[in-house]
């Protein structure tokens, strides 16, 4: 059975400070996924990661794999509030279909 | 845009009580997906659907069950409502040669 994990599972940070949320996964799968989600709303697609060593990045949010360790992080670089929301990974793999198993969640309040 | 409609919003159903939810996708694709999220827990794969009459048992099958007679239509059934279904429902559809899953906007079903 696929586990994903995801820490810190609550982060309160400070306007401008840089932070990492893990995402750890049990077995091996080639595609990550990260996605926003705020109080009310459905998951809004953040970040597709499909290779070993694959990096993007999108305005204060940057996100990484490495799939030989099992891991991907997704890097806050000068935090602002309008980022405060919940964080999932997600891991694509593929039994008699794809399917995704996500990470717990990481809520992220952003504090002037 | 690809669009995921759930019919409901907010639903709130009694103990017992036959409850379908209802998922619609507008783009012709094939997988269909039903996740229930609960707070510190992420989001939990209930069923699947990678073809029309097909469907698979995701992580949290018991207590519900699925129609998809239509390719674009995906239905959550649950058989005899109890108050530990009480949850956000949300619905996904993805292509399988194309990466990326749209989400709809949820259901919250109270059970009382």
């Known amino acids: 059975e696929l586990k994903v994990e995801q820490n810190p599972l609550f982060l309160s940070m400070q306007e401008g400070k840089n932070y990492t949320i893990y995402c750890n996964y049990s077995?091996?799968?080639?595609?990550l996924y990260w996605y926003r989600q705020d109080p009310g709303k459905s998951l809004e697609s953040l970040f597709v990661l499909l290779s070993n060593g694959a990096v993007k990045q999108e305005g204060r949010l940057m996100a990484s794999l490495d799939t030989k360790a099992r891991l991907s992080t997704l890097h806050i670089t000068a935090a602002v509030h309008d980022l405060s929301a919940t964080y999932f990974c997600a891991v694509e793999w593929e039994t008699s279909g794809s399917r995704l198993t996500f990470g717990e969640g990481t809520q992220l309040t952003v504090n002037p | 845009d690809v669009k995921v409609t759930q019919s409901s919003r907010y639903l709130v159903k009694r103990t017992g009580e036959k409850v379908f939810l209802e998922c619609v996708q507008d783009?012709?694709?094939?997988?269909m997906f039903w996740y229930r999220q609960d707070p510190g827990l992420g989001l939990r794969l209930i069923y699947f659907?990678?073809?029309?009459?097909?469907?698979e048992k995701g992580d949290i099958p018991e207590g519900y069950s699925v129609s998809r007679e239509k390719k674009e239509r995906f239905s959550l059934i649950l058989e005899s409502a109890s108050t530990n279904q009480t949850s956000m429902y949300l619905c996904?559809?993805?292509?399988?040669?194309?990466?990326?899953?749209?989400f709809g906007s949820g259901t919250r079903l109270t059970v009382v």
């Open positions: 996904a559809s993805s292509w399988t040669e194309n990466y990326g899953y749209t």
């Open positions: 077995t091996t799968s080639d595609r």
């Open positions: 783009m012709d694709h094939e997988n």
């Open positions: 659907s990678y073809d029309v009459k097909m469907k």
